[in-house]
């Protein structure tokens, strides 16, 4: 599929991902072009610059929200690259810099963090699960999506100081531990264990915008967070 760059910003990506997944025989399905970075948002038929271009943050968004909502996959696109903008090729459709330097951008050195969080946990038996999400999912730009295998749980924050209640009895534990994951520099922070069986809220940190909320059965020792077994 292609949510792509032509409705604005947050486009209900996840959505489209559970359509998919309710059909019979399943379909596996993959986000082939959400907004690519640098990519003017909404252009056709005729950009108003005063609606920007999509950035690192943007692209995060859309990426963790299509696999945690059960996506086999995303792909990362900058709008300089495709068309490898530069003293050879010229511009298309408002790009703001050549590829070389398009290359550097942070959302193409920050999509492989995403695949290292899931390698970091077993992903064979990973699904969507929004269950976890007991109050204050959100809408929009606020929209949270949740994935899990009942041994651990990976929650998107898509904005800071945001409060959710989670249910830690998805994760079939008597202590469950907790991290933050920082999807701009690929590192996991130790919040600590907190008693299984319960709901308990949280609130991602201050900075940021995203977070991605991780937990984990304690008894199994899984790494943290991001780092490829």
Do not use: C
Not at 117 to 135: F, G, H, T, Y
């Amino acid at each position: 599929m292609q949510s792509g760059h032509g409705s604005g910003h947050d486009v209900p990506v996840w959505n489209w991902v559970a359509r998919d997944f309710a059909l019979r025989p399943a379909k596996p399905t993959i986000d082939l072009e959400p907004n690519y970075e640098d990519h003017p948002v909404s252009p056709w038929p005729r950009w108003d610059a005063s609606y920007g271009y999509f950035t690192d943050y943007d692209v995060r968004k859309q990426s963790y929200r299509s696999v945690f909502a059960g996506g086999a996959g995303v792909t990362y696109g900058h709008h300089s690259v495709w068309g490898f903008v530069g003293p050879r090729n010229d511009v298309i459709n408002h790009a703001m810099m050549d590829w070389v330097t398009a290359l550097q951008r942070p959302g193409a050195r920050q999509v492989q963090f995403l695949k290292d969080l899931i390698l970091s946990r077993p992903s064979l038996d990973r699904v969507e699960d929004n269950k976890l999400i007991a109050a204050g999912q959100g809408e929009g730009g606020e929209h949270m999506e949740a994935t899990g295998d009942g041994t651990y749980a990976f929650v998107y924050f898509p904005t800071n100081d945001h409060v959710a209640t989670i249910d830690l009895g998805r994760i079939k534990a008597p202590l469950v531990r907790a991290w933050w994951f920082d999807p701009r520099t690929g590192v996991g922070t130790l919040l600590g264990d907190i008693e299984g069986g319960k709901t308990h809220e949280f609130k991602s940190p201050p900075q940021g915008p995203d977070w991605v909320l991780v937990l984990d059965d304690a008894a199994r020792q899984y790494p943290p967070p991001g780092l490829n077994p």
